[in-house]
């Protein structure tokens, strides 16, 4: 997978969890440790991302 792929892959999943907590967050039912764990996991996502696009590129 090219390092393009992979960070378009990388976004996706980062806006698929946001969607995930913003509906998680409609719903008073939802545990709040869900709510946490889901964050921590688009966290890392962008950690993920950012030292992706930090690296230097390669000719």
Do not use: C, F, W, Y
């Amino acid at each position: 997978m090219s390092l393009a792929n992979h960070l378009e892959e990388l976004q996706r999943r980062h806006g698929d969890i946001e969607r995930e907590i913003d509906e998680a967050l409609l719903h008073p039912s939802v545990d709040d440790l869900q709510i946490v764990l889901l964050k921590r996991r688009k966290l890392a996502i962008k950690d993920e991302i950012e030292k992706l696009k930090a690296q230097p590129t390669r000719h």
